[in-house]
Antibody
Framework: QVQLQESGPGLVKPSQTLSLTCTVS??????????WTWIRQPAGKGLEWIGR???????NYNPSLKSRVTISRDTSKNQFSLKLTSETAADTAVYYC??????????????WGQGILVTVSS | QSVLTQPPSVSGAPGQRVTISCSGS????????VNWYQQLPGEAPKLLIY???LLPSGISARFSGSKSGTSASLAIRDLLSEDEADYYC???????????FGGGTKLTVL
């Protein structure tokens, strides 16, 4: 059973860069059938897909965040990471990492981390 | 950013059946499968339905999904108080080249 755990600072100053890490246990992130995703949720609001990194290392991002987002991985630690630059209060949210899976034209997230609250404030 | 439209709230009494709709377009629901997630208060979302109508292991058969054209629905029968949660639909969007979520529907069990 795969498990995911987010880690990182809970408070980021405006204009600075948010850096979060997701540690995966129960299987290698290099396994070809899965991809690894970041999703966020502002308080009281819905879910927003940020982007993903494939087992191969390729990435794709939400166009609305693409200019500020980088998702990378450290296969030796079985971790993947999120960097979001130029933080503003609008980036305050719970950030989730999740495992993505694909079946034909279904792209779904079958395992989630517990989430980490990141507040952008001076 | 949600272009998958869900009703903000639905409600039902214990034992009843409720449905939650999710409306999209040809670039998402019309051309790709729909998935549903349940988010209990204070918890991370959990996969409830994938590929329109498939249940992951461990999910109760009281939950079912369907899709027609550019709309999809989640049905919950024999409603329990523990079903009180937020429900989200999602689908791949070919224009976005990414995953879209609906705005979420809060289910209240009366």
């Amino acid at each position: 059973q795969v498990q995911l755990q987010e880690s990182g600072p809970g408070l980021v100053k405006p204009s600075q860069t948010l850096s979060l890490t997701c540690t995966v246990s129960g299987g290698p992130i290099t396994r070809g059938s899965y991809y690894w995703t970041w999703i966020r949720q502002p308080a009281g609001k819905g879910l927003e897909w940020i982007g993903r990194i494939y087992a191969s290392g390729g990435t794709n991002y939400n166009p609305s965040l693409k200019s500020r987002v980088t998702i990378s991985r450290d296969t030796s630690k079985n971790q993947f990471s999120l960097k979001l630059t130029s933080e503003t209060a609008a980036d305050t949210a719970v950030y989730y990492c999740a495992r993505g899976n694909t079946l034909v034209n279904a792209h779904y997230f079958d395992s989630w981390g517990q989430g980490i609250l990141v507040t952008v404030s001076s | 950013q949600s272009v998958l439209t869900q009703p903000p709230s639905v409600s039902g009494a214990p034992g009843q059946r409720v449905t939650i709709s999710c409306s999209g377009s040809s670039s998402n629901i019309g051309n790709n499968a729909v998935n549903w997630y349940q988010q209990l208060p204070g918890e991370a979302p959990k996969l409830l339905i994938y590929y329109d109508d498939l249940l992951p292991s461990g999910i109760s058969a009281r939950f079912s999904g369907s899709k027609s054209g550019t709309s999809a629905s989640l049905a919950i029968r024999d409603l329990l108080s523990e079903d009180e949660a937020d429900y989200y639909c999602s689908a791949w969007d070919d224009s976005l080249n990414g995953v879209l979520f609906g705005g979420g529907t809060k289910l209240t069990v009366l």
